[in-house]
Nanobody, 122 residues
Framework: VQLQASGGGSVQAGGSLELSCVVS????????MGWYRRAPGKERELVAR?????????????DYGDFVKGRFTISRDNAKRTMYLQMTSLKPEDTAVYYC???????????WGQGTLVTVSS
């Protein structure tokens, strides 16, 4: 299984970016697809995650880090095996390396992408 993240870059505060993550290989359902980030000098933190292929009410319902406050949207396109993170109203404190991940809930394996750098200038 490989995850390939892209879409990072440099933007000014208030700007927008969309990150993409293509998943290749065999991933079973249900799974949790997510985005995390690590800012300089800080611990990795959850940005957003979404259950994929579950049967309960949580399926498809996104979960966001508290700092998101309605600015980011996670989505997925299963046909394209791609997840997205639409980020708007970016702030300098959003500067970080963003990682996509897939947690296979059948095998309990956790896979990570290579990270994509987002830099927000004031």
């Amino acid at each position: 299984v490989q995850l390939q993240a892209s879409g990072g870059g440099s933007v000014q505060a208030g700007g927008s970016l969309e990150l993409s993550c293509v998943v290749s290989g065999n991933i079973f359902s249900p799974n949790v697809m997510g985005w995390y980030r690590r800012a300089p000098g800080k611990e990795r933190e959850l940005v957003a995650r979404i259950v994929n292929g579950g049967s309960g009410p949580a399926d498809g319902s996104p979960d966001y880090g508290d700092f998101v406050k309605g600015r980011f949207t996670i989505s997925r396109d299963n046909a394209k095996r791609t997840m997205y993170l639409q980020m708007t109203s970016l702030k300098p404190e959003d500067t970080a390396v963003y990682y996509c991940s897939v947690h296979d809930l059948r095998t309990l394996k956790l896979y990570w992408g290579q990270g994509t750098l987002v830099t927000v200038s004031s």
